[in-house]
């Protein structure tokens, strides 16, 4: 699987994380105008124009997804924000 980093960045903040910029992108998730403590970060360079196997593993693992399948469905939007933060709520991640 190959998504590009701009999809991945706007759905983020479509799903309802802050984005700050540093020598990363960090994309934190709120709940409630509250950081939550889930976050995940993309990288400037023009290696990372599309993201891997390799790096949605450590993505799906940063945002505390199950499977790649879950972290699909949260980038490419059958997952809404709503059903992202009740699946945390039931892992009892906030």
């Known amino acids: ?3 590009d980093r701009s999809e991945i960045e706007s759905s983020l903040v479509l799903k309802g994380f ?3 910029d540093s020598h990363h992108r960090y994309f934190y998730h709120e709940v409630e105008g509250k950081k939550s403590g889930v ?3 993309t990288s400037h360079g023009s290696h990372y124009k599309a993201y891997g196997d390799n790096l949605l593993k450590q993505m799906r693992k ?3 997804l199950d ?3 879950q972290l699909a469905d949260l980038l490419k ?3 809404t ?4 933060n009740e699946f945390l709520k039931n ?3 906030f």
Request: hydrophobic share 30%; glycine share 4%; with cysteine.
């Open 81 to 84: 924000g709503a059903d992202y």
């Open 39 to 41: 976050f995940t970060y």
């Open 67 to 69: 499977t790649l399948s």
């Open 1 to 3: 699987m190959q998504i």
């Open 77 to 79: 939007c059958p997952m």
């Open 18 to 20: 802050t984005r700050e």
């Open 62 to 64: 940063q945002l505390r």
């Open 91 to 93: 892992k009892k991640l």
